[in-house]
């Protein structure tokens, strides 16, 4: 099965742009999607396919692959974007997923 | 409002089993293909299962396999997880999650129900 790798932690300061990255092999064919989880709350996602933000999520979340790596970036971050993110892709065999191994956002 | 309600959690002796349930309302529940994903106590995110619209295709992550089972009432608007054979490391939160996979590629998990915790433990 495939892996995906994020950097463990990240910070940034308060208005600040900050870059999450996410590697592996499947992210050659596959889109990553993205989400974001605050301590005690499921999961809400941010990003999905090229650069799609759902309804609600601020416009200083965006999204971007090259080659191997997908890219979550916030851009202006703000306290309240202080969480966990996680990368997802299909692994790949195209059936199954798999979730990033997670970055801490930081915001200082 | 798309909603979604897990339930059946709870602390059971290794090698017992325990079924959880998801409840979904506020879309067409048989449209959708449907996720369970867990996260052990301060770790990370991993997808254990989907289940196909009709329920004619299942996919399992291999550490789940033989032990786990996925089903869906589309009836009843009720997604299962049947866990049999657990073992300490099944402990989780377990989530259930609308999948909406599509051929462009453009999958997501959203929304995502509020969990459940399963406690594996003598």
């Known amino acids: 099965s495939s892996e995906l790798t994020q950097d463990p932690a990240v910070s940034v300061a308060l208005g600040q742009t900050v870059r999450i990255t996410c590697q592996g092999d499947s992210l050659r064919s596959y889109y990553a999607s993205w989400y974001q989880q605050k301590p005690g709350q499921a999961p809400v996602l941010v990003i999905y396919?090229?650069?799609n933000r759902p309804s609600g999520i601020p416009d200083r979340f965006s999204g971007s692959s090259s080659g191997n790596t997908a890219s979550l970036t916030i851009t202006g971050a703000q306290a309240e974007d202080e969480a966990d993110y996680y990368c997802?892709?299909?692994?790949?065999?195209?059936?199954?997923?798999?979730f990033g191994t997670g970055t801490k956002v930081t915001v200082l | 409002e798309v909603q979604l309600v897990e339930s059946g959690g709870g602390l059971v002796q290794p090698g017992g089993s325990l079924r959880l349930s998801c409840a979904a309302s506020?879309?067409?529940?048989?449209?959708?293909?449907m996720s369970w994903v867990r996260q052990a106590p301060g770790k990370g995110l991993e997808w254990v299962a989907n289940?196909?619209?009709?329920?004619?295709?299942?996919y399992y992550v291999d550490s789940v396999k033989g032990r786990f089972t996925i089903s869906r009432d589309n009836a009843k608007n009720s997604l299962y997880l049947q866990m049999n054979s657990l073992r300490a490391e099944d402990t989780a939160v377990y989530y259930c999650?609308?999948?909406?996979?599509?051929?462009?590629?453009?999958?997501?998990?959203?929304?995502w129900g509020q969990g459940t915790l399963v406690t594996v433990s003598s």
């Open positions: 999650a609308r999948d909406q996979r599509t051929a462009a590629g453009t999958d997501r998990f959203d929304p």
């Open positions: 289940i196909k619209q009709d329920g004619s295709e299942k």
């Open positions: 396919g090229k650069n």
């Open positions: 997802n892709s299909r692994d790949s065999s195209g059936n199954i997923y798999v």
């Open positions: 506020g879309f067409t529940f048989s449209s959708y293909w």
